[in-house]
């Protein structure tokens, strides 16, 4: 796709997704907006039970900083404060341009996401047709692995991934590629990395973590 029109697009799909800023958590917390009762859609936020619990949000990937901030996050707490990892609660969000970190391998092959958001393997220098957040992510130059998505999965952390964006970004996958976007969407939407939980939009989600008393992290 053209600058140009991966530019407009984007900011029509953020448009359409509404960033955490459309409705901030102090703004929902401070205007009053209901909390509703428990739903099957907040079971992430029952399962929560660590005495520190933080949201990273992650609207962009900024070369993998979000994910070493988590890590630093659980490793500040074992050894800075004695705290064991089943007492912290690092969560980080998937939405925006960090939407299809969400998804499998497969799925970065298949659509050629890496193409797609410019992002290239450092392994290789081409696009990255793997997620490079799932095993080892390089950030700075440096690999990281005991950042990467399933070793923070093991120490007890919450990946969030937002329905609203996976359908604006497989729509404008679907569009570049020539492809039917609802097939796209279901082909994406059963490829979601494990232990990723897709919530319906990620301006709730972050609202319910604030409105639960989670600390707040905008990445």
Known sequence: MANGGWKAGLVMGLAVVGLAAAISPERALHEGVPVEATSPNDAWLERLD???????????????????????????????????????????????????FGLNDAMWAKYRLGAFLDLDDPKTGEHAVVNPWRVEPEVIGMKLPQASIESLQKRG????????ALGVF????????????????????ANVLPGVTMVPAMVIAIQKAQAKGIAYHRQ
């Not at 990937?61 to 074992?78: E, I, K, Q, S």
């Not at 952390?157 to 609203?164: E, I, P, S």
């Not at 570049?176 to 082909?187: F, K, P, S």
């Open 157 to 164: 952390a919450t990946f969030l991934l937002c329905n609203n």
């Open 50 to 100: 660590g005495k520190y619990q933080q949201l990273f949000d992650a609207p962009a990937p900024n070369g993998g900083v979000p994910l070493v901030h988590m890590l630093n996050y659980y490793d500040t707490y074992n050894q800075a404060y004695g705290v064991k990892d089943s007492e912290v609660d690092g969560i980080l969000t998937f939405y925006g341009t960090t939407t299809f």
């Open 170 to 189: 497989a729509n404008m996958v679907a569009s570049q590629q020539g492809l039917d976007a609802a097939e796209v969407y279901e082909d994406m939407k």
